[in-house]
């Protein structure tokens, strides 16, 4: 039974005031074992506060609002296995400059635009996220934390403009897609505006030096509907690529690799904290990030991080 079904018994007179204080307790309990349990984990606080559950990244102070029954959430994942995609972040953050604009595309609830926004203060993060529940908690947890240098834009990145269907599991919301990705049946189909990098950009008018883009197999549309702007900033992008995503979308991660080295871009991966190059996706790669650099601009980063 739940706190609020235990009361409602002892209430009622189903159970008296010994029984109740017992199966009370046993709810309670679980605030200590919580206690003793974050402390192995990169969670160091976990709030109640009047309906909400804001958990506290032990790394960066960076405070998150949980919702219930999503449960593939950064803080939940970090209590499951520790921390949470924290050696790519890491490595994203080394190879910023302090004073950068950051493209975050498929924004979510905000887990790498707080970060992002909290570690390089004298940048600039535009957060792209086209659900509108998920928009709402994006901006709930950027106040929460007290964040000016975040932007936030209700719409999606792709190859064409115009409203589309998006397709949401309430349990996964990471997993919101142009196109039923998860194949589960519980799916929400919701009605999103999406837009093009490229005429973004020449209306904000804004440098691009680092592009992050998670948008669950719609990648390489993303990126198509942005070139002409990459081509002209040639910003440091990290990516998912994720094979059983892309064949939603028709397409394998190796287009997305043609289409950068086409333009003088080198892929990397991640291994023992460097950088390693990775020329294409094999049914052997293990790897589902991965790093975009430009061999002449970003020449000296690559030489600092690459692995000997």
């Known amino acids: 039974m739940s706190l609020n079904e235990i009361k409602n018994s002892f209430q009622k007179e189903n159970i008296d005031k010994w029984q109740y204080i017992d199966e009370m307790y046993l709810q309670h309990a679980l605030l200590f074992d919580y206690s003793k349990f974050i402390k192995n984990t990169n969670i160091s606080a976990i709030e109640l506060v ?22 593939r959430l950064a803080p939940l994942d970090t209590l499951n296995f520790g921390s949470y995609e924290i050696e790519e972040l890491y490595m994203q953050l080394n190879l910023m400059d ?3 604009n950051v493209f975050d595309v498929g924004a979510n609830l ?19 996220e086209p659900v509108p529940s998920t928009f ?8 929460l934390n007290g964040l000016s240098n975040i932007q936030t834009f209700n719409f999606g990145l792709s190859d064409s403009e115009g409203e589309f269907s998006f397709y949401f599991d309430p349990e996964l919301s990471v997993n919101a897609s142009l196109t039923n990705v998860s194949g589960n049946e519980n799916i929400k189909e919701v009605t999103c505006k999406v837009k093009m990098l490229d005429a973004f950009a020449s209306i904000e008018n804004s440098s691009i030096d680092f592009i992050k883009c998670d948008v669950e197999g719609a990648e390489l549309l993303a990126f198509k509907g942005g070139m002409e702007t990459i ?19 028709n397409y394998h991660p190796n287009d997305i690799i043609s289409l950068f080295t086409g333009i003088g871009y080198e892929c ?21 990030n991965y790093f975009f650099l430009h061999s002449q601009k970003h020449a000296s980063k690559i030489s600092n991080f690459l692995i000997k």
């Open 98 to 100: 302090d004073r950068i």
């Open 136 to 143: 709402k908690y994006l901006n709930d947890n950027i106040a």
């Open 231 to 249: 081509k002209k900033h040639l910003p440091i992008v990290f990516t998912e690529m994720l094979r059983k995503w892309t064949s939603k979308f």
């Open 268 to 288: 990397f991966v991640i291994t023992e904290g460097k950088l390693k190059k990775l020329t294409h996706v094999d049914e052997y790669t293990i790897d589902t």
């Open 110 to 128: 905000g887990w790498y635009a707080l970060h992002v926004a909290k570690a390089k203060p004298s940048s600039c993060v535009f957060s792209f």
């Open 50 to 71: 009047d309906d909400k559950v804001i958990m506290t990244f032990r790394d960066s102070g960076v405070r998150f609002i949980c919702i219930e029954n999503d449960k």
